[in-house]
């Protein structure tokens, strides 16, 4: 099984930064990708950024300039950082990982359970 855990989320005011971590844990035979999408109340979830095994990385224009994604391969983690922060960056942020596991020999998708990131003076 594989878990993945998130943190680093809070309160910060607008122009700000806060950098998220995701750490990847279990039976992990490889990691194929691992991203960061975000849910505002009221609206769909959303792709932040995603990094490909390779180190290619893509974000929406929304984001663009402000956020940089990043990985450590050794640790299984993938960190978000966030700059210059705006009032409609605040939601949940969760972490998503494609991931081959030992038992299976299959890539399965994989969800954190969120961290909540709040933007406001």
């Known amino acids: 099984q594989v878990q993945l855990v998130e943190s680093g989320g809070g309160l910060v005011q607008p122009g700000g930064s806060l950098r998220l971590s995701c750490v990847a844990s279990g039976s992990i035979r490889s990691i194929r990708a691992m991203g960061w999408y975000r849910q505002a109340p009221g609206k769909e979830r959303e792709l932040v950024a995603v990094?490909?095994?390779?180190?290619?990385?893509n974000y929406p224009d929304s984001v663009k300039g402000r956020f940089t994604i990043s990985g450590d391969n050794a640790k299984n983690t993938v960190y978000l950082q966030m700059d210059s922060l705006k009032p409609e960056d605040t939601a949940v942020y969760y972490c998503?990982?494609?991931?081959?596991?030992?038992?299976?020999?299959?890539?399965?998708?994989?969800w954190g359970k969120g961290t909540l990131v709040t933007v406001s003076s």
């Open positions: 998503n990982a494609d991931i081959m596991d030992w038992a299976s020999y299959s890539v399965m998708n994989y």
């Open positions: 990094i490909i095994s390779g180190g290619s990385t």
